[in-house]
Structures are given as C-alpha cells and as structure tokens.
C-alpha cells in the first residue's frame, strides 16, 4: 500500500466540499481510497480501472459509474430507509494524470466537479 498526501474536491451549482487528508494507493495503482474528515468519516474510494468513484458511510452508500460522453445507471443505497435509488449520470470528463483525477459529470441536469491533487 502507497500513502500519499491528497486534496479532494466536490463542487456543484450549491456546495464546495474540501479534504485534505493521507490517501492509501493499492500496489497496482488502480484503486485509492481515504476518509473524509466529515462527522460521517465517509470513506471514498475511486477505481481507475473500471472508472468508479464510491463514497460509503453511516447512512449512504453512493456507486457512480463513469463513461465518457454516455449515461449510466449508478446507484444511491439510504441504508438508514434501507432503499436504492438508481439514478443516471452523465459523465462530460474523465481525466487522470500523474498528479491529478478530474471527474466532471451531471446528475438530473445538476453539474458536479469532482477533483482529487496529490500534494506530495
């Protein structure tokens, strides 16, 4: 396992969420995660590979699917009403390079950036 120093950011139309945290990069490189300093300590894991992002909590459980230019069915599991809620994402960007995952998407017409930097 790689740790690495990372700064994480979720922005939409309403909100801008931040993390700086340590990210843990498995041997073959195609999957991180870390844990967000939120109360819920969500933790996020992106799959390079396969193009998944999954954010995992107390109450939520979120899978986003990602392919360029096409929609597809990612689901939202409420684990507090025990219900899934698929829903479609359209995914407008999908850059990863040395230092840098850019994840741009949109969600019922509501669009999302998703960034991740690796600061050391």
Do not use: C, P
């Not at 990863?96 to 994840?103: F, G, L, P, S, V």
Request: glycine share 2%; aromatic share 10%; proline share 0%.
């Amino acid at each position: 396992m790689i740790t690495t120093k990372i700064k994480a950011i979720l922005k939409n139309n309403n909100i801008e969420h931040k993390t700086e945290t340590t990210a843990y990069l498995n041997t073959d490189g195609d999957t991180l995660y870390y844990v967000e300093s939120d109360s819920e300590k969500t933790v996020v894991e992106v799959d390079f590979i396969n193009k998944i992002l999954r954010r995992d909590n107390k109450k939520l459980f979120l899978e986003y699917r990602f392919d360029l230019d096409k929609e597809t069915e990612s689901i939202i599991v409420d684990k507090e009403l025990d219900q899934t809620l698929t829903i479609l994402i359209k995914t407008n960007k999908f850059e990863i390079t040395e230092k840098d995952i850019i994840i741009e998407y949109e969600i019922e017409g509501d669009n999302f950036i998703y960034s991740l930097r690796k600061e050391d």
